[in-house]
């Protein structure tokens, strides 16, 4: 089926933001701007972590392994896109399409994995405090992270495959800034209803199943800091999993609104900004919401931002 595809044409032209072509240089300004600043970001925070022995903890690992996420999730849609405000040019082949497609899926089901281990290390931390160290050792977190890793790209095997082998018909005209399983799902012109079907399976079994992991886990810790009896005790052990909070509704808020609420309700302009929000806002914030509300981080990026003078006045 993939030659039947190859037949006809060999890339696809994405839309991108058609209605704001006029305005491509301070589009492009505004999603650099963001880039770096996500990259650099989130290359900080895994810096910071590794090099503050203080901060080899289970949930900064599992912090980690999200920043080092994020950078390549934002990697994935926006140097193409970029490009496309520059050049102009918005052909991208079949195959590197695809590989977009896998890639960008691959660490949004990661990223749905590690939220779901960050908000188990809470419960843990929370819950059962003198059990934790014991639990989450380094061995068990190293497993539990591989294990998000190893699910996340090789569940995003099966919608890629499927939708690979899709009838085009000649028709390439993708009606996003990247490839993503809607729009192109949108260019069959065959019976696409088996494939439909076993995507939203994987998709709401990858999502639902891990959002279902963090409140199950959310409630318990509710319920164990409304126990706890001084003012000051609630706020510290509310604190330490109010970021992780954060994160969590605004990429399943942005994803749900997209993938989960009927096609009918809006229009495809309206999922590409949503499509922004978790694909690229979300990286982006994820970093300023870790170091903002955490003292542990900002003080680690003061003593390695002294080192760093220290050692240029000596130089």
């Given at each position: ?79 193409k896109l970029l490009a496309m405000l520059v050049t102009k040019d918005k ?103 088996l494939t439909v079907t076993i995507n939203r399976c994987v998709g709401g ?111």
């Amino acid at each position: 089926m993939e030659m039947l595809n190859q037949t006809y044409f060999d890339y696809f032209l994405l839309q991108g933001f058609v209605n704001l072509e006029n305005n491509s240089v301070a589009l492009f300004t505004l999603f650099f701007i963001i880039y770096f600043l996500t990259i650099t970001g989130n290359m900080l925070i895994v810096l910071v972590v590794h090099y503050q022995r203080n901060l080899h903890t289970p949930m900064y690992f599992f912090i980690t392994n999200l920043a080092f996420l994020e950078m390549w999730y934002v990697s994935v849609t926006t140097p193409k896109l970029l490009a496309m405000l520059v050049t102009k040019d918005k052909k991208i082949s079949f195959h590197l399409c695809f590989a977009q497609l896998y890639m960008f899926h691959s660490l949004g089901i990661t990223e749905c994995n590690l939220l779901a281990m960050m908000a188990f290390d809470r419960f843990l931390a929370i819950c059962k405090p003198l059990r934790y160290n014991t639990i989450m050792n380094a061995r068990i977190c190293r497993y539990l992270a591989l294990m998000c890793w190893i699910t996340g790209f090789l569940m995003a095997i099966i919608p890629m495959t499927l939708t690979s082998q899709v009838p085009f018909c000649g028709r390439h005209y993708v009606n996003h800034y990247f490839c993503d399983l809607a729009p192109l799902l949108s260019l069959a012109c065959g019976d696409i209803t088996l494939t439909v079907t076993i995507n939203r399976c994987v998709g709401g079994f990858a999502t639902m199943f891990n959002l279902g992991i963090v409140i199950i886990m959310y409630i318990n810790i509710i319920l164990s800091i409304v126990k706890i009896k001084t003012t000051m005790g609630r706020k510290k052990a509310f604190s330490t999993c109010s970021s992780h909070l954060t994160v969590v509704t605004l990429f399943y808020g942005a994803a749900c609104i997209v993938y989960a609420s009927p096609k009918e309700a809006h229009t495809v302009d309206y999922d590409k900004m949503f499509a922004i929000v978790y694909a690229m806002f979300t990286p982006f914030f994820n970093p300023v919401i870790y170091s903002l509300r955490n003292q542990e981080v900002i003080l680690g990026l003061k003593r390695g931002f002294e080192i760093i003078f220290i050692q240029i006045a000596k130089k």
